[in-house]
Structures are given as C-alpha cells and as structure tokens.
C-alpha cells in the first residue's frame, strides 16, 4: 500500500486519469532515455574534439614561441619588447551560446583590431609580422579548447541530470502509478461484485414475495 499514490479516488474517473498520467510518464521516459542517449554521443564526441584541440594548442603555443625567438635573434630582444609596447592591437572575445538539446553549449570567438602600421617597416622584420600572427593563432587555439572543455562540463552536467530523472521514472513514479491502477481496477472490481451480490439478493427478494 505504500506505493499507493496518497488521496486517490477508487472512482472510474480516476482511473481514467491515472492512466492518462501513466501513459504521458511513459512517454516522457521514452524521451527523456533518447535525450540521454543523444546528450551522451554528443559528450564522446566532445572529449574526441577536446584531444585534438588540446594538440592544436601544444603545436600553436610552439610554434608561437619558436617565432618569438627568432624575431629576437634578429631584431634583439630589447627591440621586440618595444614594438610588442608600441603596438596598438585590440582583441575583444565575443561570448554567445547555442542550444544543443536543450543545453546551452558557449561559443567563443576571438576578434582583432590591428592598426595598419602598429612599427617601422625598415627598423622590424617579417619575424615580428610571422610571430604575431602565430601568437593570434596559439590564442584562438587557446579559446577553441575552453570552449570544447566547457561544452563538455555542461554535457556531462546535463546527462547526469537525465539520468536522475530517467531512474527517477523508472524506479518511482512509473511503478506507483502502475500500481495504484492496479489497487484502483481491484476496488472497482470488487465493488461492482458487491453491487451484483446486492442486485441478486433484491431480485430473490422480489422473487419471494411474489
């Protein structure tokens, strides 16, 4: 009796919509089972997408660096730290989102502004062009993978959630409602024994007096 749903009604009205809620928490499960399956290929295909971003972000920061060095080779140090100071360059990182099944997944984009002549074309070198370049591209690299990392908390997030509500259906409310139509069917059964116990008894009655 226990997983009886409280203040239920042993009318045929509240059967009917028993079943009802019986039927709409089937088809929620069902849904709910798609969604999770969905959210986790999603999920792999997240972790996939955050090995490889992972590398472009090794592979860019290296090359980066390796340009950085050169330019100072060439030009000296104290020479690239003054056009990296005169430089007028401007980045901004635009945030939006986009939903992924009903979870709002970031995206991050990376917008710069370069002055046209930020230097001295004859007191630089084309290493200071080239390093700037590898640097704008380690950080695009850079966001592209907190993006990827970020889509993956909030997908594991979100499959959790699923999960817990799936159980939950599964384990709770499914097997209450079945069993509550079962403990209302029974009642009605057995009233309407009653009531063909009580009709037989009035028709012997009247059957006795005449």
Known sequence: MSKILPGTK????????????MKLAERG??????KRDSLIMEFFNAIA????????????LREAFSALTQAKMIMGPAHVVEFAYASQVETRLDISTRSMMGVRIPMLNIEQHVPALPYSLPDSSVKLDTMSQKFLEALQAIVRL????????????????TKR?????????IPRLEATV??????????EREDFYRIKLV???ISQTD
């Not at 499960?29 to 798609?34: M, V």
């Not at 997408?49 to 860019?60: C, G, H, L, Q, Y």
């Not at 509500?165 to 409310?173: D, K, N, P």
């Open 10 to 21: 042993t009318t045929r009205m509240e059967l009917l919509r028993l079943k009802t809620r």
């Open 165 to 173: 509500r799936v159980s939950a259906l599964e384990t709770v409310v």
């Open 182 to 191: 079962r403990f209302v069917k029974l009642a009605l059964e057995e009233r």
């Open 29 to 34: 499960h069902n849904l709910l089972k798609e």
């Open 49 to 60: 997408e955050i090995k490889e971003a992972r590398a472009t972000v090794e592979k860019s």
């Open 146 to 161: 907190a993006e990827v990392e970020s889509t993956v908390k909030r997908l594991a997030h979100e499959i959790e959630r």
């Open 203 to 205: 028709k012997a009655r």
